[in-house]
């Protein structure tokens, strides 16, 4: 298993302003945050990307966006909010651990990017 970041994070070694964990996956605030809002939510189960993921994940990964919406709900922004997965370099991603930014609490224009 490669160490990230967030690999840490999960361990404990290095801080975050953690505001959702259960079994499966852990929620904290974004250092670099891109709207008042933005919350990264990650599975505990190493996954690089989510090109890599097949059908053994398909109950993880739904799990990751149900919590996903109760997390923006929770914070006040359940009815406004836009979900982001990162798919390799060329697409933005920088920490290779798949991620879902939770963003909210600003206008985003279309097409993003």
């Given amino acids: 298993m ?3 970041l967030f690999t840490k994070i999960i361990d404990r070694e290095i801080p975050a302003d953690i505001v959702y964990e259960d079994e499966l996956c852990l929620a904290f605030k974004d250092i ?3 709207a008042p809002l933005h919350i990264l939510v990650i599975p505990k189960k190493n996954i690089v990307k989510i090109s890599d993921t097949t059908e053994l994940e ?3 990964l739904g799990h990751l ?3 996903a919406g109760e997390i923006a709900n929770a ?3 359940g009815e406004a909010f836009r979900l982001v997965i990162n798919n390799g370099e060329n697409a933005g ?3 290779f651990h798949l991620h879902i930014h939770i ?5 985003f224009s279309w097409p993003p990017g």
């Fill in 2 to 4: 490669t160490e990230t």
């Fill in 103 to 107: 963003l909210a609490g600003r206008t």
């Fill in 32 to 34: 670099n945050p891109q």
């Fill in 93 to 95: 991603q920088t920490v």
């Fill in 58 to 60: 398909q109950d993880l």
């Fill in 75 to 77: 914070q006040g922004y």
């Fill in 65 to 67: 966006l149900l919590k």
